[in-house]
């Protein structure tokens, strides 16, 4: 019997020992052992989730000692159309990671035991610091131009680097411009993480960092750029302005102010004490308190933060209002910045802003900062859009008319049988002459701003803004589809005219669309009632609703929003260009070029004495930038004659007494 015992636990080792030898080698099937990384071979398929390979990535050489990742899946997947990811890092290159690798700067492969775990599946590229498949979104552009740092490669046999094989980083493409952060007021419901901390105080003001404009970015491009650079203009601004260079001469002159807010970005006031500023602030009030109480004052105590800029202007960037201030603690690089939009520069050098509350909080007189800047761009994206738009034929006519006379329009000025205000012989001829034209050319009124003088603490029309006033009334009466757009490079231009209406005009009939982050308690409260404010911004109604007003205010830039809302071309049978001597011409496009077509009657107004504020950059300046359209239109051949058929001319020297008729 113990022979027997012998022979059969020999026999059972030989058994066990044969079996072992032929058990296969182990793979993602077998839950108990994890896979090992292996360096895939050429005729390996790409993830199912992506057609292409990741970008340059050194996979972890395996390590007994590292920790063990669990399993991606206890079933290989049936076939590479699965919607499931293998399982098997072997089977397959290395899939998407949500998270860069552990070395950015560095092609060499991390160790294993830095990464212990494989990166989770997902349809999203590793983040770089340099351009990487996808450039980092920015607020105003949320699809930039892609910029692929992938090697070149068949999407059929896709070839990764076997472990410990090292790629030389490329050198990183361009990225985009970093633009601003469009800020918000936050509202107390809302969760985002880019609200302040500081923003439980509650007494002031909150800002949230958001994206507003759905414009694409457009690139300086680089041979453009290197000239601006050397402070050389462009070869097109040395052209003359034509129907064939229009386009390519205003998007240098915009691109010279792109690249004037680049070589300031990094613009940095180190240790500078921050002074608080007590300022009276006069608030809105509804309009029939004002003419009860015309001497009682009705002001707002506000504490605005003070800082001064060098005197010199090329040792400081030209600052705008609603540009972005961010004060940083001195020797806390790893805080968050107080961040507030500027209010107001006075003399040229001295800025106020207003932060967040948190910062009241914090300050104190013997505390630095460091002030850094973010210029929002988003006005320079939609001029971009618009100079790239008057490229068409269809615009000709409203750029460069070239005629000595109107088809089918009778010279005499149609007669008003009842008129609104008060009018002189001069106002009363330019109403008449502008109710008569149809479609292009523009009529031009030159006289003084819309905007006269002030009563009460709110701006009366100018002989200019009753012309506006009248008109928009007389064309109400003549034809209930008739739709009329008002644009004005100001917001109180724009309140005013709209303010002038609202005794003929019916309420409900007019629309103020306002910018979405104008501050709300710079709206007059009979101005408010007119616009559409929710979840702390304002907006515009559903296209439905915004094809049914017939007069709609905005300013120049904010009229953007109407298109991009879905107001399309010719929808409006006559726009106003408002005071346009005080905007640059692409400012003035983005009404034209988005709702004009040749049947659109086009009215600009403006004053010989006004030119544009806004311009930053030299080389704008110089070659014609701060050239309105409305003084570039007054040298063309149409308007050089005092021809009432093209142009009235209305006396700066009168004096005009806003009046208006019982109704």
Not at 126 to 135: G, L, R, T, Y
Not at 463 to 492: D, F, H, M, W
């Given at each position: 019997?113990?022979?027997?015992?012998?022979?059969?636990?020999?026999s059972?080792?030989?058994?066990?020992?044969?079996?072992?030898?032929?058990?296969?080698?182990?793979?993602?099937?077998?839950?108990?052992?994890?896979?090992?990384?292996?360096?895939?071979?050429?005729?390996?398929?790409?993830?199912?989730a992506?057609a292409?390979?990741?970008?340059?990535?050194?996979?972890?050489?395996p390590?007994?000692?590292?920790p063990?990742?669990?399993?991606?899946s206890?079933?290989?997947?049936s076939?590479?159309a699965?919607?499931?990811?293998?399982?098997?890092?072997?089977?397959?290159?290395?899939?998407?990671?949500?998270?860069?690798?552990?070395?950015?700067?560095s092609?060499?492969?991390?160790?294993?035991?830095?990464?212990?775990?494989?990166?989770?599946?997902?349809?999203?590229p590793?983040?770089?610091?340099?351009?990487?498949?996808?450039?980092p979104?920015?607020?105003?552009?949320?699809?930039?131009?892609e910029?692929?740092?992938?090697?070149?490669?068949?999407p059929?046999?896709?070839?990764?680097?076997?472990?410990?094989?090292?790629?030389?980083?490329?050198?990183?493409?361009?990225?985009?411009?970093?633009?601003?952060?469009?800020?918000?007021?936050?509202?107390?419901?809302?969760?985002?993480?880019d609200?302040?901390?500081?923003?439980?105080?509650?007494?002031?003001t909150?800002?949230?960092?958001?994206?507003?404009?759905?414009?694409?970015?457009?690139?300086?491009?680089?041979?453009?750029?290197?000239?601006?650079?050397k402070?050389?203009?462009?070869?097109?601004?040395?052209?003359?302005?034509?129907?064939?260079?229009?386009k390519?001469?205003?998007?240098?002159?915009?691109?010279?102010?792109?690249?004037?807010?680049?070589?300031?970005?990094?613009?940095?006031?180190?240790?500078?004490?921050?002074?608080?500023?007590?300022?009276?602030?006069?608030k809105n009030?509804?309009?029939?308190?004002?003419?009860k109480?015309?001497?009682?004052?009705?002001?707002?105590?506000?504490?605005?933060?003070?800082?001064?800029?060098?005197?010199?202007?090329?040792?400081?960037?030209?600052?705008?209002?609603?540009?972005l201030?961010?004060?940083?603690?001195?020797?806390?690089?790893?805080t968050?910045?107080?961040?507030?939009?500027?209010?107001?520069?006075?003399?040229?050098?001295?800025?106020?802003v207003?932060?967040e509350?948190?910062?009241?909080?914090?300050?104190?007189?013997?505390?630095?900062?460091?002030i850094?800047?973010?210029?929002?761009?988003?006005?320079?994206?939609?001029?971009?859009?618009?100079?790239?738009?008057?490229?068409?034929?269809?615009?000709?006519?409203?750029?460069?008319?070239?005629?000595?006379?109107?088809?089918?329009?009778?010279?005499?000025?149609?007669?008003?049988?009842?008129?609104y205000?008060?009018?002189d012989?001069?106002?009363?001829?330019a109403?008449?002459?502008?109710?008569?034209?149809?479609?292009?050319?523009p009529?031009?009124?030159?006289?003084?701003d819309?905007e006269?003088?002030?009563?009460?603490?709110?701006?009366?029309?100018?002989?200019?803004?009753?012309?506006?006033?009248?008109?928009?009334?007389?064309?109400?009466?003549?034809?209930?589809?008739?739709?009329?757009?008002?644009?004005?490079?100001?917001?109180?231009?724009?309140?005013?005219?709209?303010?002038?209406?609202?005794?003929?005009i019916?309420?409900?009939?007019?629309f103020?669309?306002?910018?979405?982050?104008?501050?709300?308690?710079?709206?007059?409260?009979?101005?408010l009632?007119?616009?559409?404010?929710?979840e702390?911004?304002?907006?515009?109604?559903?296209?439905?609703k915004?094809?049914?007003?017939?007069?709609?205010?905005?300013?120049?830039?904010?009229?953007?929003?109407?298109?991009?809302?879905?107001?399309?071309a010719?929808?409006?049978?006559?726009?106003?260009?408002?005071?346009a001597?005080?905007?640059?011409?692409?400012e003035?496009?983005?009404?034209?070029?988005?709702f004009a077509?040749?049947a659109t009657?086009?009215?600009?107004?403006?004053?010989?004495?006004?030119?544009?504020?806004?311009?930053?950059a030299?080389?704008?300046r110089?070659?014609g930038?701060?050239?309105?359209?409305?003084?570039?239109?007054?040298?063309?051949?149409?308007?050089?004659?005092?021809?009432?058929?093209?142009?009235?001319?209305?006396?700066?020297?009168?004096?005009?007494?806003y009046?208006?008729r019982?109704?």
């Open positions: 019997m113990m022979r027997l015992g012998i022979i059969i636990g020999a059972a080792i030989l058994l066990w020992e044969y079996f072992e030898n032929k058990r296969p080698t182990p793979s993602s099937s077998s839950p108990e052992t994890p896979p090992q990384r292996q360096p895939t071979s050429s005729n390996s398929k790409p993830h199912p992506s292409e390979p990741p970008p340059y990535y050194s996979k972890p050489s390590s007994p000692s590292s063990k990742p669990p399993p991606a206890s079933k290989p997947p076939s590479p699965s919607s499931k990811p293998p399982s098997s890092p072997a089977s397959s290159p290395p899939p998407y990671s949500s998270k860069p690798p552990s070395s950015p700067a092609s060499k492969p991390p160790s294993s035991a830095a990464s212990p775990q494989p990166p989770a599946y997902s349809s999203k590793p983040a770089s610091p340099a351009c990487s498949s996808k450039p979104s920015s607020p105003v552009s949320p699809q930039p131009p910029y692929s740092s992938k090697p070149s490669s068949s059929s046999s896709p070839k990764h680097p076997p472990a410990h094989f090292s790629i030389p980083s490329p050198s990183p493409p361009k990225c985009p411009p970093v633009f601003k952060s469009v800020l918000r007021p936050a509202s107390s419901s809302s969760n985002n993480d609200i302040s901390q500081n923003q439980q105080y509650g007494k002031r909150a800002y949230v960092c958001v994206e507003e404009d759905p414009l694409p970015v457009f690139m300086i491009p680089e041979d453009v750029e290197a000239l601006i650079k402070e050389i203009a462009p070869k097109v601004l040395n052209r003359p302005l034509s129907p064939t260079t229009y390519d001469y205003f998007a240098a002159l915009l691109y010279s102010e792109d690249f004037y807010l680049e070589k300031w970005s990094d613009f940095l006031l180190k240790g500078v004490t921050l002074a608080l500023d007590e300022s009276s602030i006069y009030r509804k309009k029939e308190a004002l003419y109480n015309r001497k009682k004052e009705d002001k707002e105590d506000k504490t605005f933060v003070a800082f001064e800029l060098d005197r010199v202007p090329e040792e400081r960037p030209f600052l705008l209002s609603r540009d201030v961010l004060a940083r603690p001195v020797g806390k690089s790893s968050e910045p107080f961040k507030g939009p500027i209010h107001k520069v006075v003399g040229s050098n001295r800025v106020l207003e932060f509350d948190g910062f009241y909080s914090y300050h104190h007189s013997n505390k630095k900062y460091d850094s800047f973010s210029y929002n761009r988003v006005c320079l994206k939609r001029a971009h859009h618009a100079v790239k738009a008057a490229s068409d034929a269809l615009f000709q006519n409203f750029l460069f008319p070239d005629c000595d006379s109107r088809a089918s329009i009778p010279a005499a000025p149609a007669q008003l049988s009842t008129t205000h008060k009018l012989q001069e106002q009363h001829s109403v008449g002459h502008i109710l008569r034209i149809q479609g292009s050319p009529y031009v009124v030159t006289g003084p819309c006269g003088k002030s009563f009460a603490n709110l701006r009366e029309p100018s002989r200019t803004g009753v012309v506006v006033s009248e008109t928009v009334y007389q064309l109400c009466r003549k034809s209930p589809e008739y739709r009329i757009l008002i644009c004005a490079p100001t917001n109180s231009c724009c309140d005013m005219l709209m303010r002038s209406l609202v005794k003929v019916p309420e409900s009939t007019m103020r669309a306002n910018a979405a982050f104008r501050d709300r308690d710079e709206v007059p409260e009979d101005i009632r007119s616009s559409l404010y929710k702390s911004c304002f907006s515009c109604p559903a296209i439905e915004l094809r049914e007003y017939k007069v709609i205010f905005s300013t120049f830039m904010s009229s953007f929003r109407l298109h991009d809302k879905g107001i399309a010719g929808h409006f049978s006559h726009i106003f260009l408002v005071d001597s005080s905007a640059i011409e692409p003035t496009l983005v009404a034209l070029t988005n077509v040749k009657s086009v009215i600009v107004t403006g004053n010989h004495g006004n030119s544009p504020l806004w311009v930053r030299d080389i704008a110089k070659k930038l701060k050239i309105s359209y409305f003084e570039r239109l007054c040298k063309l051949r149409p308007y050089r004659s005092p021809s009432p058929m093209f142009i009235t001319q209305l006396d700066l020297n009168q004096k005009s007494e009046q208006t019982p109704f």
